[in-house]
């Protein structure tokens, strides 16, 4: 067995972190980057219905010191137990053997809180990490589905969550809110503000600066998700047609398909004209070269949208509907607010006949407030004793 190391944290995902096709997956990958560059040494749970792929698994192990894949299992039988579907499908988080003693153990979401009921689990302290209020993130997708089965089952896990999430915020010593707005509520509805800080999407690549000079759209997102796929329906439906007449006006969809197939997207989104469509790309940084506006017409979802954070580090103008850009702290000075059809189309019009120097101050303010809210400093606060040691 290795000699303990001073400096140890335990990192439980309820998926695997890599390739970051959508936002809570970058969130846990770039911060473990983070954690590793303040010299902690890292061990990772991550529960899975199916084994990764032994290059990302090669690739993931070089930040980590130690790597656990936990079997994902759903059962029907599961939808009439008192805990969410979510928590129960991870139950054999509960039979991991653990070795070494943690100084923290960090919970990504409350989902995979059946680990505090691993008798093996030595930890000085335990943090969450809160990527949505989840009781209202059910039951904005119960809102965002058409499915009557969705629908029931989204509900269901939403009345069930308000109690587990805060049973398992109780026997956190730490609680990280990405979201702002969410930390307030949770100051204001809970006795837990003592512990709870706002800790925000990590950022370790540079901001870049583009040209701006095309009339490319693009949109970024897990089509999976039904919230996402209504965003970009509803975007295609009542905004996109008023503009294919634009002059070399088009829309990049660049889309993680979960566990569809890439045909189901392309029968469901090949109709549209002037549009292209890419599936589980890992590399993104040619479409936002490409582009010249980020949007994100999302209209029901919680937490921050770490697609509209990305979108302003990597040199795009980003127009957004309030719930698209939640969370962040951006204010009317760093991106184009837009919840209508006529103002999705006046704000993308309106940045076309821009200059780039003018684009360029739109983007440049919200790079400039991401810049100021680094989250590597809050993480050194919050680490500072176990840092002493080092």
């Not at 656990?68 to 979510?86: A, C, I, W």
Request: with cysteine.
């Amino acid at each position: 067995m290795k000699p303990q190391s001073q400096n140890k944290i335990l990192i439980v995902s309820s998926f695997f972190p890599f390739p970051s096709f959508f936002g809570g997956a970058y969130d846990v990958f770039e911060r473990i980057k983070g954690l590793k560059s303040l010299g902690f040494e890292i061990d990772l749970i991550c529960t899975c219905k199916t084994i990764p792929k032994e290059e990302d698994i090669d690739f993931v192990k070089t930040y980590i010191e130690e790597l656990f894949l936990v079997e994902r299992k759903n059962r029907l039988l599961d939808l009439f137990n008192l805990k969410p579907l979510q928590v129960i499908s991870r139950n054999e988080l509960k039979n991991v053997v653990l070795h070494q003693k943690y100084n923290y153990t960090i919970l990504e979401s409350e989902c995979v809180g059946l680990i505090l009921e691993n008798k093996s689990l030595r930890t000085d302290e335990v943090i969450v990490r809160i990527h949505n209020n989840e009781s209202k993130y059910f039951r904005e997708l119960a809102y965002s589905t058409h499915s009557f089965f969705n629908k029931l089952y989204y509900f269901q896990e939403s009345f069930k969550y308000n109690y587990f999430s805060f049973n398992i915020f109780s026997k956190a010593d730490r609680l990280w809110f990405i979201s702002k707005e969410e930390l307030v509520q949770n100051e204001l509805n809970t006795s837990m503000g003592y512990k709870s800080t706002h800790l925000p999407s990590p950022i370790n690549d540079p901001f870049l600066k583009q040209e701006l000079s095309s009339k490319t759209v693009l949109f970024i997102g897990a089509l999976f998700m039904p919230n996402n796929i209504e965003a970009l329906l509803w975007y295609l439906d009542f905004v996109h047609p008023f503009l294919v007449k634009e002059e070399n006006y088009k829309l990049i969809i660049v889309g993680s398909t979960g566990e569809f197939t890439e045909d189901y997207f392309r029968k469901k989104l090949n109709h549209y004209s002037n549009i292209e469509l890419f599936f589980n790309a890992k590399e993104l940084d040619l479409f936002y070269a490409q582009s010249t506006v980020f949007i994100n017409p999302m209209f029901h979802g919680t937490g921050v949208k770490l697609k509209s954070i990305n979108a302003i580090v990597n040199g795009l103008p980003l127009i957004a509907t309030t719930i698209g850009a939640e969370g962040i702290g951006l204010d009317g000075e760093m991106y184009f607010e837009a919840n209508t059809p006529t103002e999705f189309i006046t704000s993308i019009l309106a940045v076309f006949n821009l200059s780039p120097a003018e684009k360029h101050v739109k983007v440049s303010a919200a790079q400039s407030y991401l810049l100021n809210v680094n989250y590597l400093s809050i993480l050194k606060k919050e680490f500072k004793e176990c840092l002493k040691t080092r």
